[in-house]
């Protein structure tokens, strides 16, 4: 009988504390532009800006953090054009990135019973990384080797690495539905040989649950 008092005061006590602790959950859908540059490619670099798309879950909190997961997925598909020993080689290329995402988040501005937040954020993520190049000749008859090319292949080739980000955001709750849109600018570093780093704008929806 003392041990059931026990933890019924426990729960009683506790319960406050867990109720501010978390006061909310939502997950969402987005879509953006990202442009990533870096060494990836042959005497150029950048991959370039191209679309994305993901999900976001996010964990409401007392009294001014805001914990996120973010899962997203970047491709973008061009082709590439440079020159080795006086010879053009055009190199079909594409460059894909599965990345996920922990932030925590700030309200910077946001005034009592305002369904508009503006906030910043900060974290980590963890990318798979892959790269697929297809070398053609463009002068079969010039006795060109392709396997002494610099291969894009061999750069990032279904590689695990690791991120550190920033962002600042801008949140407008809507009237009496649990919905909610944002849009969000943000800034990454990846932690790779070819020195990536990216620059994305994004839009999406969070529904309350």
Known sequence: MKKMALLLCVLVIGYPTTSAAMVG???????????????VL?????????GYYGA??????????????HANYFTNDFVY????????????????????????KKNLIRAPGSPVALYLGAGAGWHLINTEAVLQLADS???????????????????????????????VSLPVMPL???SETRYGVIF??????????????????
Do not use: C, W
């Open 25 to 39: 959950v939502a997950v969402g859908g987005k879509a953006g532009f990202a442009n990533y540059s870096g060494d």
């Open 42 to 50: 042959p005497s150029s670099g950048d991959v370039g800006l191209s």
């Open 56 to 69: 976001v879950l996010e964990i409401t909190t007392l009294p001014v953090l805001d914990f996120e997961l």
């Open 81 to 104: 054009t440079y020159e080795y020993g006086g010879v053009p080689i055009t190199t079909s290329f594409q460059f894909q990135d599965f990345h996920v995402l922990a932030l925590v």
């Open 141 to 171: 008859g010039s006795g060109y080797d392709p396997a002494l090319a610099d291969d894009p292949v061999a750069l990032l080739k279904d590689s695990a690495r690791m991120s550190a980000d920033g962002l600042v955001g801008l949140k």
């Open 180 to 182: 909610a849109i944002f």
């Open 192 to 209: 790779t040989d070819a020195s990536l780093r990216t620059f994305q704008i994004e839009a999406g929806v969070m529904l309350d649950l």
